[in-house]
């Protein structure tokens, strides 16, 4: 996979590409990362991207003849789509990671100051993608996001293949809690399932904290799925033990308060 990142700030997108899992794949091949910083097409002395918006109003604006002859630079040796990270752009979610990891490459622009020319929009960008309902400085940190998210599906690049399986949102639902040792941590320890030693049974128990999870924190999640019976049952389940637990809970606080 090759992303090659428009940018006037390579040495932050370079971050991404020697640190951790990201890290570790372009050490194997697995993954290419390229920048390309647009002031090598500015003509002036003072290599100058940007200029004053037609129209008057706050900011400037990065020229379209910079940025557009760096998406030609990128497409030499990348025929993958290219993205602009904006906030007018669909929104990313797992889905969409997935698609995009299906490409053999991508050439991400990376905006600054008050945004890019329209024109590059119109003439070379694929897709507008944001990361969030948020303003940031720059695309960069949404390209270094884009990367991260693409990488970790591509084969080998997880020390365990189904890693990013078991991940939230991976089949629409949020993950399971995780535990580690020290078994006992200020008082609070593991549940008995997961040490058990019965996988079918750490299995149901993971499945339906995956449920009860999503359906407590994001039950927006919940309403574009369709949930097998068996899936139904364990979220039933998960419901009634919640609702077991405040009972009990309140029953104490009562006792606690007379």
Not at 14 to 32: F, N
Not at 138 to 150: N, R
Not at 155 to 165: D, F, M, R, V
């Amino acid at each position: 996979m090759r992303f090659d990142v428009i940018t006037l700030f390579p040495e932050l997108v370079g971050t991404v590409a020697e640190s951790g899992i990201t890290g570790r794949a372009v050490k194997r091949g697995l993954v290419t990362v390229n920048c390309i910083n647009p002031r090598a097409y500015a003509t002036d002395v003072h290599k100058t991207v940007d200029d004053r918006p037609y129209g008057g109003g706050p900011g400037m604006v990065m020229r379209s003849d910079c940025l557009l002859q760096s998406i030609t630079e990128a497409k030499q040796v990348n025929q993958g789509k290219v993205l602009y990270l904006s906030p007018q752009g669909r929104v990313l979610n797992q889905a969409l990671v997935k698609q995009l990891a299906q490409e053999q490459g991508l050439i991400l622009v990376c905006g600054r100051y008050e945004g890019i020319d329209e024109r590059v929009i119109e003439l070379g960008v694929d897709l507008e993608c944001s990361i969030g309902d948020y303003v940031l400085s720059g695309g960069e940190l949404g390209a270094m996001v884009i990367i991260d998210a693409i990488t970790r599906l591509l084969p080998s690049a997880l020390g365990h293949t189904e890693s990013a399986e078991q991940d939230s949102f991976s089949d629409g639902l949020l993950d399971c809690p995780h535990y580690t040792r020290p078994e006992i941590v200020q008082g609070l320890t593991i549940p008995e399932v997961l040490k058990s030693g019965n996988h079918s049974a750490i299995a149901r128990w993971r499945r339906k904290q995956s449920l009860g999870r999503t359906w407590q924190r994001r039950p927006d999640l919940l309403q574009s799925k369709t949930l097998s019976q068996a899936d139904q049952v364990l979220l039933e389940e998960y419901r009634q033990e919640q609702q077991a637990s405040a009972e009990v809970l309140s029953h104490e606080q009562h006792y606690s308060t007379t």
